[in-house]
């Protein structure tokens, strides 16, 4: 009998101990795979989201708030500044562009932005149906809050003061009209709602340098009778200076990176903010609760290796007087050592092969669910690291089997077959 043949009857022999060696280990690993296949996945999202934006400047306050929320929009944002402070950076020569935007209200949980068409640039989004918006009130929707709304091409809606889901007031008086919807591209621009920067400004009643908005009540074209309803709004609030939430900026050298944010810290009203920094804070702060995770599948790996220690060593024991006729009969020390070890390993690959199973199975399922509910598109490819994973655990089964195995080695023939 072979080996491998041999090792595999001993482990049907005892099934209870080796299946739960073998789920074990492969909780632990199935813990850890899936943990660097999140996290990795996570870093790419941040990276594909925050690698379009070189500088983000906005007002002073928190810049990790201000990149979280102009970004990615996951915050509140930090607040206004004059739209005016826009000129020092249009006109500063170490900058290519700088993106306005505007944003204040929400729609279903999704965040409507004030922008022109160049920040659908910088994520290379396209119509897939509609144009783009050029008057006040007209948005364009991303790929996500169109599907997620329901609302479609010629649809009106009111935007709520606020990100969450239940919203804050209600913009009644000023409906948007849906002229667009944007194919998708994977990226935050999925989960937006676009119009234009005077839009926001005079939703929230800032002056701007528009003479009117739509009437909306099927007298568009009539400009006479949209400057009364606009100027009848007006009387109920005194209109502010148009405020700016953030510029998205595009660097035109190298040396912007270095120089520019100290000298818009320093010399203006505002405050600037490098996602690329701010992206490296977030993950060492969420790294924390990646290493707890990591640490407690850690245990779980070694508690398994453990556990294949002891029944390995226990098995031993039982397996004595076999192992004595073994050798009587001509296997060599050799043979038994490595007997010991195939054992082990069989142990051990089904068990890596099962927390293999788990975690990608689990990722799987998850970028399902997240493309169904939410079209956001997640891989769950092999995550960077796995092999290493592999290597390593095999390496702590060969581990557990040693001692076992020296000792089938070195087994004193005479003595077990007297019964000693």
Known sequence: MSTWSLAWAWIRFRPLGAALNVALLGLGTATIA????????????????????????????????????????????????PAEEGQFLEQHSMIKRAIPMALGDGFR??????????????????????????????????AVSAAQTGLRLGDRFVGEHGLGEAGGSVHDDFPYD????????????????FTSAATVQIVHGMDTDHDHVHDHEDHADDEDHADEDHADHADGAELRSPEITAFLVEFSTPMAAVALPREINQSTVMQAARPAYEIQRLLRLIGFGADVVRAFAVVLVIGAVLGLFTALFQAHEERRA???????LGATQRRLFWQIVVESLILTVAGIALGLVLAHGVAWGASLWLWEYSQILVSFAWADGEIVLVLTVLGLGVL???????RAAGIDIPRVLSGG
Do not use: C
């Open 322 to 328: 076999d192992l004595a006729v073994m050798r009587v």
């Open 109 to 142: 949980g999704f965040r409507i932005v004030g922008t022109d068409s160049s920040y659908l640039d910088l994520y290379g989004a396209e119509l897939a149906e509609g144009r783009l918006w050029d008057a006040p009130l007209e948005v364009v929707l991303g």
């Open 34 to 81: 899936l943990l660097m296949i999140a996290v990795q996945q996570f870093e790419q999202r941040l990276a594909a989201d925050a690698d379009a934006v070189d500088m983000v400047v906005g007002a002073k306050g928190s810049p990790m708030q201000l990149v979280l929320s102009t970004v990615f929009h996951v915050d509140a944002p930090v607040g206004n500044v």
């Open 400 to 406: 557990a089997a040693l001692p076992s195995a020296i």
């Open 178 to 193: 849906v002229v667009g919807v944007l194919a998708p591209t994977g990226s935050v621009v999925d989960r937006l709602v």
